[in-house]
C-alpha cells in the first residue's frame, strides 16, 4: 500500500490516495490540505488505521530451459 498527494487545477488544495501494489484506489481524503506535506502525513496516518497487511505479489513461476531427459 502507498500514499500519494494530488491536486488538479479546479481544486489546487491537495488531497491524499492510498493506493495496493497493483494501483487500484482504497480509500482517498474527503477533506483537503494546504500542503503537499500535510496531506501525505494525514494519508500515512490513515493507512496506519486501517492495518491491512503489506503487499506482497505472488511468486514468479520459474521456467527450465535445460534439456528434458
Do not use: C, H
Not at 494525514?42 to 535445460?66: E, M, N, Q, T
Amino acid at each position: 500500500m502507498q500514499v500519494f498527494a494530488f491536486s488538479s487545477p479546479q481544486q489546487p488544495d491537495w488531497r491524499w490516495r492510498i493506493v495496493d501494489g497493483d494501483g487500484a484506489m482504497i480509500e482517498e481524503s474527503s477533506r483537503t490540505f494546504s500542503s503537499i506535506a500535510n496531506a501525505v502525513a494525514d494519508g500515512a496516518k490513515r493507512l496506519r488505521d486501517l492495518d491491512v497487511p503489506p503487499y506482497r505479489p505472488a511468486p514468479i513461476r520459474g521456467f527450465s530451459y535445460g534439456r528434458r531427459r
